[in-house]
């Protein structure tokens, strides 16, 4: 039994009913009496394994059958690289939308491929973060691409409107927002996400990709690894593909299914994202930079009125089983990832936490 709660920011916490079904299949997966990591990627039980969790997945995300679902290696950054590579086309230049850290560095690794536009989104509004009017249609067809970062995970600012680009491809790294929340995939040419904040263990990478978009990656000299048309039709199979963590994106996709599915986790989420809000909106100790339009329902930052404070508030959490609290490096303060894992009594203890902490030290 462990009593903690895992506020890290990622590698993040997994629901503790997929750890345990891992635990009990370690040994013995599917009666082989091996380990999934023992068998071979080529087998007809991880074969079928696979394509249970690309079902699941369809299922769960409404991904339209116009799709391809790729799992990939090489991390969020891979795809920086990866999305250039496969789609900057004949037009050869893109637009990003820098809304913080992420989509920052995005840009910078796309420019290594083409030539990049980049739009600052950011602005400050009565000291608060928030995102600007997020519509492209005019400019966006002098682009191969539009690619924007609907949740900065550093700074806890969330994009909930899909920008709008008319008719142009739009990609997102939705690496700490993916199955979060509903959102009408036919909206986007690429999605993309590291699988270690919402989706399972680190070392795997979820592309979805529409159709049409593979027949122009086709003919592009990249290597065969980053290149979509070819992984498409290899399922995602050039290599050795990451079996174990491949497994743990189908025990997770399996069970949000049986918690009710996006419904479900989208009204959790909400309703965990708004307690801690609520708490940090009446508090005359804690405060929050981000415009409440942007708050992010994933990572959700905040300060103490002083940084040494944010130290100890840090240290004391972590011996009450409040884990992980602390703020990137370039934000400072606190961060709390409340991502679907996270459950309603974790958020519950880390508020009455807060409200102790402020009411010795302020
Ligand atoms: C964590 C994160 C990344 C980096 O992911 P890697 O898989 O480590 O490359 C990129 N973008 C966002 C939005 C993230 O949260």
Not at 14 to 39: F, I, R
Not at 280 to 292: E, G, M, R, T, W
Request: hydrophobic share 45%; proline share 4%; net charge neutral.
């Amino acid at each position: 039994m462990r009593n903690v709660f895992n506020f890290s920011a990622g590698p993040a916490a997994l629901p503790k009913e997929v750890l345990e079904k891992a635990q009990q299949e370690l040994l013995n997966w599917q009666n082989l009496q091996v380990s999934v990591m023992e068998v071979s990627h080529r087998s007809a039980a991880f074969m079928q394994m696979v394509a249970q969790a690309e079902l699941d997945l369809r299922q769960l995300y409404h991904i339209p059958d116009n799709y391809k679902i790729l799992f990939l290696q090489g991390g969020a950054r891979g795809q920086f690289a990866a999305v250039p590579m496969n789609l900057l086309g004949a037009k050869k230049k893109a637009l990003y939308l820098n809304s913080g850290h992420w989509s920052k560095l995005a840009a910078k690794e796309a420019r290594l491929f083409g030539e990049v536009d980049e739009i600052n989104i950011l602005e400050k509004k009565a000291e608060k973060w928030g995102v600007k009017n997020v519509d492209f249609s005019a400019i966006a067809n002098d682009y191969a691409y539009v690619h924007y970062c609907p949740n900065e995970t550093i700074s806890g600012v969330e994009i909930f409107e899909i920008p709008k680009v008319g008719n142009a491809v739009l990609v997102a790294d939705m690496s700490s927002c993916i199955l979060s929340r509903q959102i009408d995939i036919s909206k986007f040419g690429v999605i993309y996400a590291g699988a270690q904040k919402n989706l399972g263990a680190s070392g795997i990478t979820l592309v979805i990709i529409r159709e049409d978009l593979l027949t122009q990656t086709e003919k592009n000299q990249i290597p065969s690894i980053w290149n979509y048309a070819e992984q498409t039709q290899q399922n995602s199979m050039i290599n050795t593909p990451p079996t174990f963590a491949w497994y743990l994106c189908r025990l997770l996709f399996k069970y949000w299914l049986a918690q009710g599915g996006l419904p479900a986790i989208e009204k959790h989420n909400q309703e965990k994202a708004s307690q801690l809000y609520a708490y940090l909106d009446q508090s005359d100790f804690y405060y929050n930079v981000v415009a409440i339009e942007n708050r992010s329902e994933m990572n959700v930052t905040f300060h103490s009125p002083h940084p040494t404070l944010d130290i100890l508030f840090i240290q004391e959490a972590e011996r009450q089983g409040l884990l992980a609290l602390k703020g990137h490096k370039v934000n400072g303060g606190m961060r709390a990832s409340i991502y679907n894992a996270m459950p309603l009594a974790g958020v519950e203890a880390l508020v009455a936490f807060m409200h102790k902490f402020a009411h010795q030290y302020r």
